[in-house]
């Protein structure tokens, strides 16, 4: 059992580490078709969640932002 934790609960960094890594395995050709076929699973769901992450620090920041402006 991995000690990882959850993809959920990754930061984005983390998670774009991990996310860069499994693109190096895939790139390598290396990987079984079964092996691949997961690894781009779990890619996609480690690239959801830098997408969610930077989507809620966008969000931070219009709210910061709209909050110098006064509105």
Same mark, same amino acid.
């Given at each position: 059992? /991995? /000690?990882?934790?959850?993809?959920?609960? #990754?930061?984005?960094? *983390?998670a774009l580490e991990h996310l860069t890594g499994l693109?190096? %395995?895939? $790139? /390598?050709g290396e990987l079984p078709l079964e092996e691949s076929v997961a690894a781009f699973e779990q890619g996609v769901k480690l690239s959801r969640r830098c997408e969610s992450l930077l989507d *809620?620090? $966008? *969000? %931070? #920041? *219009?709210?910061? =932002? =709209?909050?110098?402006?006064?509105?």
């Open positions: 059992m /991995s /000690s990882e934790p959850p993809i959920d609960k #990754l930061s984005f960094e *983390q693109v190096e %395995r895939l $790139e /390598s *809620q620090a $966008e *969000q %931070r #920041l *219009q709210v910061l =932002n =709209n909050t110098d402006k006064g509105e």
